[in-house]
């Protein structure tokens, strides 16, 4: 029998997997660190280390950046530099020690160490200035975004030399949702002009420095933006929903990039879920995509459910298809 590791590589390489990947089984998730990114209680609101406001209302299933006048960061883009500060990510030695000791139990034989980035450059962007206002700015002030972006990068570069210096991690897993369920935020040319050349930069200093695998989160559509995925160097899409018509895309981009979704959590992740409904949007995910090139997994992006039960029920299902399609 395959270990995790061996049998996603398998996978990937459009070999001879032994089993469905069962979600993130291949990856231990390195939450305990000293930079990880952190977000309000259910109920709650915190100030992140950007000044960006984050709300966390009762009976939604995220937390989300407060826009009013009152709470916006940038307020011009054109004079970003005065509202914008990236936060310090020195740490002392001492604060890395219980990551260090999580790393260091990792079978590495077994799983990749894997460092979480959140939120992307995208993200980064609208969380200082709104959604509205950085869609609009990418037409109207574009060399402030540059600007922006590439001081965004520089950030992102330092906090992936004390990942790597510390932790010497084998896989990242990288946040940045770039659309809605029906289509990219931005166009294919604005997203190649604005974020190709960044996440090659964030991208590649990982793959320089030892790092295996890039997975991106972006549970939304992203089709259009999968030959930008694989340039920037991108192996493992993450949280691809079923409106990207995962099958087509498997046969177009196997053996160059892996997708792991076509669940959508939506219909499978909500109060009244059930046993029998996961099982029948696991098998459809199975069955559509197949063995190779493909991961089944909520599109959830991490290692959990909004519901007590369904991450486990979602492996369940993906254990049974693994007896009838292996």
Request: hydrophobic fraction near 40%.
């Amino acid at each position: 029998m395959l270990t995790k590791k061996q049998n996603l590589v398998e996978v990937m390489k459009g070999g001879n997997p032994d089993r469905f990947v069962k979600q993130y089984e291949a990856f231990a998730m390195m939450m305990r660190t000293p930079i990880t990114r952190i977000k309000p209680p259910i109920g709650g609101e915190i100030v992140n280390e950007w000044g960006v406001t984050i709300r966390w209302p009762e009976g939604q299933l995220g937390a989300f950046p407060v826009h009013d006048e009152e709470h916006i960061v940038i307020k011009d883009i054109t004079k970003w530099r005065d509202y914008v500060k990236a936060p310090s990510v020195e740490c002392s030695e001492e604060s890395w020690a219980v990551a260090i000791a999580d790393a260091e139990a990792v079978d590495r034989n077994d799983q990749y160490v894997t460092v979480f980035v959140a939120p992307g450059i995208f993200e980064q962007v609208h969380y200082l200035m709104s959604m509205e206002e950085a869609l609009m700015a990418y037409y109207e002030e574009p060399e402030a975004m540059h600007e922006l972006i590439d001081y965004i990068v520089e950030f992102e570069l330092k906090l992936a030399k004390e990942f790597v210096d510390h932790l010497h991690p084998d896989a990242v897993f990288h946040h940045d949702d770039w659309g809605s369920q029906i289509n990219s935020f931005i166009s294919p040319a604005m997203f190649e002009e604005f974020f190709v050349p960044a996440y090659k930069k964030i991208y590649g200093y990982y793959k320089d420095n030892g790092v295996e695998l890039i997975i991106h989160h972006s549970d939304s559509y992203a089709a259009n933006l999968v030959p930008a995925m694989i340039e920037m160097g991108i192996d493992i899409w993450q949280g691809v929903m079923t409106t990207n018509h995962v099958p087509d895309l498997i046969k177009e981009y196997g053996g160059k990039i892996t997708f792991m979704g076509d669940i959508d959590s939506g219909v499978i992740d909500f109060p009244g879920w059930t046993k029998e409904n996961i099982e029948e949007k696991v098998e459809t995910a199975c069955r559509r995509c197949g063995k190779l090139y493909f991961i089944p997994g909520a599109s959830q992006g991490l290692n959990v459910s909004s519901f007590p039960g369904v991450y486990e029920a979602t492996d369940e299902a993906i254990d049974r298809m693994t007896k009838e399609m292996f």
